[in-house]
């Protein structure tokens, strides 16, 4: 890393915090409370599109566009069973080993988190575990002021423009190497490999 360094970016997912729980326990919850088969393929398999898709995403929209999609009614407490599988999904969400220590090391320096995932979760995740006041930027590709997910080199300049830092002064951090680390590099920041010890 030749040039210096005046900001730090780090993914969240698998670098900071990890999902503790049993993603098919929490899929079979949501499906239950929609009337869902959770065998249903094509409804999970458009809910894995629309989950991951570009654009402003919440939990509740993807829920909706797939059972749109699939021909299902619409629940009028959709937004309900949306919140309370985003709950139980953050609160099985724990800081990685060593995360609070990584951020202290660079407390010097303005950081930002970039991470990808339906906006709803993620800002969920990221306050229950208490990462909000570590650091001066949070960028959520499903937020819709957002709407890229990495490696679009968009997500990484908007974390860089909230940190008020060029792109080439600042170091990403992250446990997937396309997406965090050559997403970073092609937007012109640099990236470092870390990989996911959980």
Known sequence: MSNHIRAICFDFDGTLAQFRGDFSQLTAFCSAQLGIDPADEAFMAAYERNIRAEGHVTLALALRRSLEQQGYPI?????????ETT??????VELLPGALALLAYFAHL???IITNGPADMQW????NVGLEPHVQAIVVSGD?????RKPNPRIFHLACERLGVAPQETLMIGDHLEADVQGAITAGLQGLHRPNSA
Request: net charge positive.
């Open 124 to 127: 969920a995740a990221i306050r």
């Open 110 to 112: 303005p950081k930002a």
């Open 75 to 83: 629940p009028p407490h959709l937004e309900a069973i949306a919140a």
């Open 144 to 148: 819709a002021d957002v709407a890229v």
């Open 87 to 92: 709950a139980r999904y953050a609160a099985q």
